[in-house]
């Protein structure tokens, strides 16, 4: 017999702060909780239900997914739609559920980019395999070059119109096309939520690249993925390459990159946020959170543990 969960009910009052999603009516937890890594079909199930449960437990809302996320592709989702049957179907008000589609998916013309027929198709299939009716938020994952932007941005409107999506957000589109998102999205009555960008302490394109100035001018939320650098800004790499990492499974984080001055660089980094009593991981977080226009870091996790000590950026 499964155990059956029962929420923490302090999980309001359990240190976790909430912040508005630019201008609207959204409130997101500072912390979110992505299912890029860790939830599909190759990890272990009460694994990841149990970091799942400590997450709305400790008041994360927000999880974050993608067509595409597992391995196996669409697996992420089908953990998603087995916690909701398990676990998360009582709550489902209290959760704020996200996906994407935009890179590849299934094989042929139709299951890769952005047209119309790939996002309505692959949002169809996200919501059967999540056992869910509509998402909170559906994303364009990356800009389509070779699409007319009105196809994509007309589609991502529709989806809204036919119920199936409450939000749309865009993710890695450069700033000319999100500016023209922005202004096609507001024309209809369809504002744009957020916007999805890698940014950390290694990585601050958004802001060079005044993507997250555009965003807190034009009240969109920005959410911050990869804000530990897929691991490198904790204490995971600092002493050799653990077995049971993301960087050993090799395909995503590759050795190559911890080159000796990478490593130098997050030696210091760990020493300066130790100095102040923190951990890398702590201080890389609170880093991102004070960046002016930032509503949420979309952290992974492959444990509890690792999430407990995130939540400590707070
Ligand atoms: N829009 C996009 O194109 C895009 C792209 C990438 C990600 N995302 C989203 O962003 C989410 C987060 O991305 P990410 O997984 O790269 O985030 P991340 O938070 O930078 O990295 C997560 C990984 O870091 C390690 N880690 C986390 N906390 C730790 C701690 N306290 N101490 C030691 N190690 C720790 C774990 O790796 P180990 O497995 O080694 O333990 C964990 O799986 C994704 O799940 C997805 O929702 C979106």
Same mark, same amino acid.
């Given at each position: 017999?499964?155990?059956?969960?029962?929420?923490?009910?302090?999980?309001?009052?359990?240190?976790?702060?909430?912040?508005?999603?630019?201008?609207?009516?959204?409130?997101?937890?500072?912390?979110?909780?992505?299912?890029?890594?860790?939830?599909?079909?190759?990890?272990?199930?009460?694994?990841?239900?149990?970091?799942?449960?400590?997450?709305?437990?400790?008041?994360?809302?927000?999880?974050?997914?993608?067509?595409?996320?597992?391995?196996?592709?669409?697996?992420?989702?089908?953990?998603?739609?087995?916690?909701?049957?398990?676990?998360?179907?009582?709550?489902?008000?209290?959760?704020?559920?996200?996906?994407?589609?935009?890179?590849?998916?299934?094989?042929?013309?139709?299951?890769?980019?952005?047209?119309?027929?790939?996002?309505?198709?692959?949002?169809?299939?996200?919501?059967?395999?999540?056992?869910?009716?509509?998402?909170?938020?559906?994303?364009?994952?990356?800009?389509?070059?070779?699409?007319?932007?009105?196809?994509?941005?007309?589609?991502?409107?529709?989806?809204? !119109?036919?119920? @199936?999506?409450?939000?749309?957000?865009? #993710?890695?589109?450069?700033? $000319?096309? %999100?500016?023209?998102?922005?202004? &096609?999205?507001?024309?209809?009555?369809?504002?744009?939520?957020?916007?999805?960008?890698?940014?950390?302490?290694?990585?601050?394109?958004?802001?060079?690249?005044?993507?997250?100035d555009f965003c807190a001018q034009e009240g969109v939320g920005f959410i911050a993925f990869s804000p530990l650098a897929q691991g490198?800004?904790?204490?995971?790499?600092?002493?050799?390459?653990?077995?049971?990492? !993301?960087?050993? @499974?090799?395909?995503?984080?590759?050795? #190559?990159?911890?080159?000796? $001055?990478? %490593?130098?660089?997050?030696?210091? &980094?760990?020493?300066?946020?130790?100095?102040?009593?923190?951990?890398?991981?702590?201080?890389?977080?609170?880093?991102?959170?004070?960046q002016n226009g930032v509503t949420s870091v979309l952290v992974g996790a492959s444990s509890t543990s690792q999430l407990e000590k995130?939540?400590?950026?707070?």
């Amino acid at each position: 017999m499964k155990e059956m969960y029962t929420a923490n009910e302090n999980r309001y009052d359990n240190g976790m702060k909430y912040e508005r999603c630019g201008r609207s009516g959204v409130l997101l937890p500072k912390v979110s909780l992505g299912f890029w890594h860790n939830f599909g079909s190759v990890d272990p199930y009460e694994r990841s239900r149990e970091i799942t449960h400590y997450a709305f437990d400790h008041g994360i809302t927000h999880f974050d997914l993608a067509n595409n996320y597992g391995p196996v592709y669409g697996s992420a989702e089908e953990t998603m739609g087995r916690l909701m049957d398990d676990d998360f179907s009582p709550y489902r008000d209290e959760l704020f559920i996200s996906t994407k589609a935009g890179y590849d998916m299934w094989p042929g013309p139709y299951g890769n980019w952005g047209s119309r027929k790939y996002l309505m198709a692959s949002l169809d299939q996200s919501l059967k395999r999540m056992h869910l009716d509509y998402v909170d938020l559906f994303y364009s994952h990356r800009f389509d070059p070779e699409t007319p932007m009105e196809e994509t941005l007309q589609a991502l409107v529709d989806i809204v !119109r036919a119920g @199936k999506a409450l939000y749309i957000g865009i #993710s890695n589109w450069p700033l $000319e096309p %999100l500016r023209f998102a922005t202004q &096609y999205l507001k024309e209809r009555d369809v504002p744009l939520l957020i916007y999805q960008g890698k940014l950390n302490m290694l990585n601050r394109e958004p802001i060079e690249q005044g993507i997250l100035d555009f965003c807190a001018q034009e009240g969109v939320g920005f959410i911050a993925f990869s804000p530990l650098a897929q691991g490198l800004l904790t204490d995971r790499y600092l002493n050799g390459i653990p077995a049971d990492s !993301r960087m050993s @499974k090799g395909k995503f984080l590759k050795e #190559s990159m911890l080159t000796p $001055e990478l %490593l130098a660089q997050l030696r210091e &980094y760990n020493a300066q946020a130790q100095s102040q009593g923190k951990t890398l991981a702590e201080s890389a977080l609170a880093w991102i959170l004070a960046q002016n226009g930032v509503t949420s870091v979309l952290v992974g996790a492959s444990s509890t543990s690792q999430l407990e000590k995130n939540l400590r950026c707070l």
